[in-house]
């Protein structure tokens, strides 16, 4: 099935710290390319991969679940460490999770992360009733373009597969349990207007991880794909100076050779 104008996954080569980038829940790499390429221009390494069932049609996510999406992330961080010297890892939405759960699985492979607007629970009376009304319903009404800023459209599905809607929701409860194995310095941005991930869910993050080297952004002129969104250039700009703080070899020009 052929991917989605926007939807491509991105890779750039550059020093020899490196970045891997998570996109969302129903979305695309379109959502994180801004993100990526204003990393990739101040020498980094760049890795935005397209989870599988992503980026093309509903039907082809609805045989998807988290354990494939994740070992698509797993597989680029394997990639990244094996040729840079030091590997961070952001994420958006559902993305955030799959951050959380790299981090926690990885230890200090990952030398710190920053999640935007990061998914802890599936919210609502629907998510009980989604081990049975998969079954029953193949999809609901999509996620898509919670962007305030006029002009601006995601790429992603306008339909929900429940199917992957139960897996997400089984990946949240897992990654929840997780976060006190979290122990990696946290950007943690997020909407206080979000209508897609309430706030609730990052205070709960904040609050279980044993990070201690943590730095809360909140994001007020941005919805849920804030990457997208009028605080776009915040975010960038916040992360890059995370990586610079703990990677030194990441100069004031963004120079990664060390040569």
Known sequence: MPVLPGAE????????????????FTGSPQ?????????AERGLTV?????????????????TG?????????????????????????????GGALTLHLAARHGDAVSGIAVVN?????????AHALPVARHLVRTTKGLANDIAKEGMDEVAYDRVPLHA????????????????QVTQPMLLLHSPQDHVVPP????????RVSSTDVREVLLEQSYHVATLDHDAERIF???HAFIGRLAPSVGEKGSTTGG
Not at 31 to 39: G, T, Y
Not at 118 to 126: Q, Y
Not at 200 to 207: F, V
């Open 9 to 24: 996954p991105y890779r750039h080569e550059g020093g020899e710290v490196g970045v891997l980038l998570c996109h969302g």
């Open 31 to 39: 959502s994180l390319r801004p993100w990526a390429e204003f990393l």
């Open 47 to 63: 890795s935005l991969p397209l989870l599988p069932g992503h980026g093309t049609r509903w039907q082809d996510m609805a045989v």
């Open 66 to 94: 988290w354990q494939d999406w994740y070992a698509e992330v797993d597989r680029e961080f394997r990639a990244l460490s094996g040729e840079c010297r030091q590997v961070f890892v952001f994420g958006l939405s559902m």
């Open 118 to 126: 990061p998914a802890n629970k599936v919210h609502g009376p629907a």
């Open 165 to 180: 809607a139960h897996s997400l929701r089984n990946f949240l409860r897992l990654v929840d349990g997780e976060l006190p």
């Open 200 to 207: 609730a869910d990052s205070a709960r993050i904040l609050s």
């Open 237 to 239: 700009e916040e992360s």
